[in-house]
């Protein structure tokens, strides 16, 4: 108690800190080992000498820990500021602001999207992800980047790279033109897109790169190829890819990556807390953006449906509180619990 080290994180959780090697945890647990007697219990390592302050894990890996913020949502919010900023003058100076495109609930008519965290739209779910990686060109803090990611050394096709081509930001017309491709020929889903978000934002924190006009694209490329890989059940293979840009070979596709796992350190984990709170974060995005989900008319059908399911999730949380009360009655399930009347003698 009083320690300012928490005690729910490890070493490898912070790629940014140094890890001890292997060889120099042997020699401490050896060194341990030494200093306790024959009739003792080896020596304890305080918590404080193996463990680091949770702050900087959080800060470090938003992709990894899911109270930790998402990278592109703080970018954005510069572009958002001024937008606000922008429809109060605007408001002030009794300027129309056009007609409304977003559709409100009424008591007759009542508007759902088709989207949710474990089903998201395809289309609306791509729009949002490029328009992250849109923040993340334009609000960049440097240009620092690595020779397998710069397209001019390794182009995706036979047109020459323009020489401007560092230094002029991509639209998002753009950016979201080259994913939807990559999506419709490989019939990748929308899940998928999420996790090649995750997995761009890791790389950037833990390769402590810069995704810039130079490099996007083939950054963008190794997150789908791994995302793929790791999330659908029928991955698409690397010569797949080969056939949707002509113009790359498969070798150029195995070397980027492996180096994209090596700069990920090979951690292809994406917890469900975080998978949802970057699909959250990006309904955000959207709303901030005014990119509006596709809304529809909730209809009788689809008014069953959604009943069914939640009488579905309702049954097996009873079922599952019930198990849990037949386990055991401690602290974390007293609610619920029947409390008999007392008999006084």
């Avoid at 979201?176 to 997995?199: D, G, K, M, N, P």
């Avoid at 950037?204 to 490329?221: F, H, S």
Wanted: glycine share 2%; hydrophobic share 35%; proline share 5%.
């Amino acid at each position: 108690m009083g320690n300012t080290v928490s005690c729910c994180v490890s070493p490898e959780s912070s790629p940014k800190l140094p890890s001890r090697q292997p060889a120099e945890r042997l020699e401490e647990i050896q060194t341990s080992t030494e200093v306790s007697d024959d009739n003792t219990v080896p020596y304890l390592q305080h918590i404080s000498d193996r463990e680091v302050p949770d702050e900087l894990a959080l800060e470090s890996n938003p992709s990894d820990h899911a109270r930790a913020s998402t990278i592109f949502l703080s970018k954005s919010q510069t572009d958002v500021r001024d937008k606000r900023k922008s429809n109060h003058i605007n408001h002030i100076s009794h300027v129309s602001p056009g007609p409304l495109s977003k559709k409100y609930s009424s008591c007759s008519t009542i508007f759902i999207d088709d989207s949710t965290v474990s089903q998201p739209n395809l289309k609306s779910t791509i729009k949002c992800v490029t328009l992250a990686i849109y923040y993340h060109i334009k609000n960049r803090d440097s240009d620092k980047s690595l020779d397998i990611f710069d397209e001019k050394l390794h182009p995706l096709s036979r047109e020459p790279v323009p020489d401007d081509y560092s230094h002029v930001d991509p639209e998002h017309k753009l950016i979201y033109r080259f994913v939807r491709t990559l999506f419709s020929a490989a019939q990748l889903t929308a899940e998928c897109a999420i996790v090649t978000l995750v997995y761009l934002e890791r790389l950037l924190t833990y390769a402590e790169l810069d995704i810039c006009p130079a490099n996007w694209k083939r950054i963008v490329l190794g997150a789908i190829l791994l995302a793929s890989k790791v999330w659908d059940d029928q991955a698409v293979w690397n010569v797949d890819y080969c056939q949707i840009l002509k113009d790359i070979t498969v070798e150029d596709m195995n070397e980027m990556e492996r180096q994209f796992l090596e700069l990920l350190q090979f951690n292809i984990n994406v917890p469900a807390s975080v998978y949802a709170k970057y699909y959250f974060d990006l309904r955000q995005l959207a709303d901030d953006n005014n990119l509006s989900f596709p809304l529809e008319p909730l209809n009788n059908q689809r008014a069953q449906k959604l009943e069914a399911i939640s009488r579905l999730c309702e049954d097996k949380y009873k079922d599952l509180s019930r198990s849990a009360m037949r386990r055991s009655c401690s602290a974390d399930n007293l609610i619920g619990i029947r409390r008999s009347n007392a008999v006084l003698s």
